[in-house]
């Protein structure tokens, strides 16, 4: 429990301050600063997060820790979260593991994600947007043609809220954009014992990063920290957004 505390209060204070703290000239820069200010604990999400460049995914200024845009009114998650969901989800992505990035954008936690499972597990990867889907792929074929070329990485067009059922049931579940309410589909897609991670927008437009588990066929929520997130809406929604 104090570590959840701590890393709640991280993530809050982070999501404020890290985005000149945690900046870095590299991708080994950035990932030793997220470990240097704490938001970045588990050294299996570290070593995921070292081996996969962000140049790889994001158009520009890949090493700051703040969100970038990516195109089609979509971003690249802030560094600094994408270390606190590897952290949280890191006893669930495991050797052999299937698992979830809802959101997948330009590609790059589902890959995070594939190296902490390894070569035994597989990570699909949904975006509703297929000029994204197409992209992620591009991206991800610059260092890391093997995920895909061996299945350990299936990028999807499709509805996010909706999941995946053709792969389900999930040991671990990302969702990368604020919904409103968590998805009745990604709860029946979660594994027993599994864990998701995923903001939520309440009724009066706040949002909060959630960690939800299955415990014996119970769900179980618990509050990390408010964040402000993308919405996890339609593709006629999200290119319409101003």
């Known amino acids: 429990m104090k570590r959840l505390q701590l890393i709640s209060t991280l993530l809050i204070f982070t999501t404020r301050t890290m985005a000149w703290r945690s900046s ?5 820069e950035l990932v030793e600063n997220l470990r240097k200010y704490r938001v970045l604990a588990s050294r299996r999400a570290y070593d995921a997060m070292m ?4 140049a ?3 158009p520009r200024d890949p090493y700051q820790d703040a969100p970038q845009g990516i195109g089609y009114n979509a971003t690249i998650t802030a560094p600094h ?3 606190a969901a590897l952290d949280y989800l890191q006893n669930h ?3 052999g593991a299937n698992a979830l990035d809802v959101g997948s954008g330009s590609g790059y936690l589902t890959v995070c994600m594939a190296k902490m499972i390894g070569n035994t597990g ?3 990867g949904i975006e509703h947007m297929p000029e994204l889907v197409e992209l992620s792929k591009k991206n991800i074929k610059k260092n890391n043609r093997e995920l895909i070329e061996n299945g350990n990485v299936l990028m999807i067009e499709g509805d996010g809220r909706q999941g995946f059922a053709e792969k389900a049931p999930y ?3 990302h969702v990368g954009a604020a919904a409103k309410g968590v998805p009745k589909a990604l709860l029946d897609q979660l594994a027993e ?3 998701m991670m995923i903001p939520v927008e309440d009724k009066y437009g706040n949002q909060t990063f959630k960690q939800i588990d299955k415990i014996n066929g119970e769900i179980k929520e618990e509050v990390v920290a408010d964040v402000m997130y993308v919405p996890l809406t339609t593709r006629e929604h999200q290119l319409n957004r101003r």
């Open 56 to 58: 790889d995914f994001s």
């Open 122 to 124: 597989t990570v699909v």
């Open 93 to 95: 992505l495991v050797a």
């Open 171 to 173: 040991n671990a579940i």
């Open 193 to 195: 014992g599994g864990r």
């Open 81 to 83: 979260m994408h270390a």
């Open 24 to 28: 870095g000239s590299s991708n080994a």
């Open 51 to 54: 081996a996969v460049d962000r």
